[in-house]
């Protein structure tokens, strides 16, 4: 047997290891980077939702008291602040959800959660730019109670879809 053959197979060897062991680790640390950008994604769709919940209840306060006073001609000048929807155009970036919001329930909840929400939010807008260019019509008041309405029955549908959701991740 040749001189060289002990050395040429230790020294494949040692590269096949060293190549299995390379594999590990970058499987390894793509999990870990999948992980935490799945973490990130989570916290960032978490702040959202808790700061809906808060802009809802405090648009709720708001229109409650309008409501009451829209009848006797007066109507409130405060806007009302807008719900963010971010969160949705960032889970579609990143083509995947967490794996907390992958199954069936969870992810249609998002999804119901991110439509509501677009709609909520464009009526907000159509509120206000009527609210802003239509004060000196006849039907104002009554118009802004039907908007009032309908932004408050939105808003209840919507915080019982958060509550379910924040109920699935837990």
């Known amino acids: ?7 040429f197979a230790a020294g494949m060897g040692a590269t096949i290891v060293g190549f299995v062991l390379t594999m590990i680790w970058d499987f390894y640390k793509f999990k ?13 769709i978490t702040y959202e939702l808790n700061d809906n919940i808060n802009i809802l209840n405090n648009n709720k306060t708001l229109l ?7 009848d006797s001609k007066q109507s409130l ?12 155009d960032l889970l579609k970036a990143n083509m995947y959800f967490p794996k ?5 329930d969870a992810s249609i909840k998002i999804i119901r959660i991110a439509q509501k929400t677009k709609v909520i939010d464009d009526t907000i807008r159509s509120r206000e730019e009527y609210r802003i260019h239509n004060s ?4 104002f008041h009554s118009r802004m109670k039907k908007y ?3 932004i408050l029955e939105d808003s209840e549908e919507l915080l ?11």
């Not at 047997?1 to 050395?7: K, V």
């Not at 019982?160 to 837990?170: A, C």
């Open 148 to 150: 009032d309405q309908i």
């Open 64 to 70: 409650e008291h309008e409501i009451s006073i829209l």
């Open 1 to 7: 047997m040749p001189d060289w053959i002990i050395p």
């Open 100 to 104: 907390e919001i992958r199954n069936s």
């Open 32 to 44: 870990r980077e999948i992980r935490s950008r799945e973490e990130a994604l989570l916290n960032i």
């Open 160 to 170: 019982k879809l958060l509550d379910d959701f924040q109920t699935i991740l837990k």
């Open 77 to 88: 000048v405060n806007p009302l602040l807008h719900l963010q929807y971010g969160f949705w």
């Open 136 to 139: 000196a019509m006849s039907t």
